[in-house]
């Protein structure tokens, strides 16, 4: 039975595949903490044209501007609290909205990726780490995996196959918090790629061809 389409679906901008095959891939992005749909999708022209391009906006609008996926607060030490009910809250939405989309611009369902900047880049993991079945392939560019997201203990995910980098001055996310995370998932998951540059929490030049050889490899 066909899946009814979504009443409200994320605002989003699309750009079809340049291929000749009846369904193209399809690449999500999901933009980082305050940011918007337009960010990653003003490169979406330099992006592999096998790929169909899909920029989903978050949901929730900060009251500076901008959106996020879920919101953060800040202790007075700076610490950085998430709000995890509104994180899952996403993921769910994230889920329908994949499946909707590709429904609706009939996108081949077994070659979906996500890329995600940020905390794009968290939800990207944990849709990635729990969904594969949905989501094939993860590009998680400065952002970390967050264990609070997933269904099972990071060391017992197998076969993800991921792009992942960082930048070395990331003061954002610091780097540790990436090298944590994604490295014990490379540890047991050798098709994961994991690079480092001498950057702050943005996508450097290198970043960014060292990502699209990967897309096409």
């Given at each position: 039975m066909p899946t009814p389409p979504l009443d409200n679906p994320l605002d989003h901008l699309y750009r079809p595949a340049q291929t000749?095959?009846?369904q193209a891939a399809v690449l999500f992005l999901?933009?980082?903490y305050?940011?918007?749909?337009?960010?990653l999708f003003s490169f979406s022209n330099y992006?592999?044209?096998h790929y169909a391009v899909i920029a989903l906006n978050a949901p929730i609008a900060l009251p500076?501007?901008?959106y996020a996926w879920y919101e953060l607060q800040f202790t007075a030490d700076m610490e950085?609290?998430?709000n995890y009910d509104q994180a899952r809250g996403s993921l769910k939405r994230l889920k329908e909205n994949i499946q909707h989309f590709c429904n609706h611009y009939q996108l081949d369902k077994s070659q979906v990726s996500c890329l995600g900047f940020s905390q794009g880049a968290i939800l990207s993991w944990a849709l990635g780490l729990d969904a594969p079945d949905q989501i094939q392939q993860i590009i998680g560019l400065s952002g970390l995996i967050d264990s609070e997201l997933l269904q099972q203990p990071l060391d017992t995910y197998r076969d993800i196959v991921a792009f992942?980098?960082?930048g070395t001055e990331d003061a954002t996310l610091p780097i540790d918090y990436a090298r944590e995370s994604i490295g014990t998932l490379s540890d047991t998951n050798p098709t994961i790629t994991y690079k480092e540059y001498p950057a702050g929490h943005t996508i450097s030049q290198e970043n960014f061809n060292d990502?699209?050889?990967?897309l096409v490899r």
């Open positions: 000749n095959n009846k999901l933009h980082g305050g940011s918007n749909k337009e960010d992006l592999p044209p500076f501007g901008g950085r609290l998430s992942a980098s960082h990502m699209l050889q990967w």
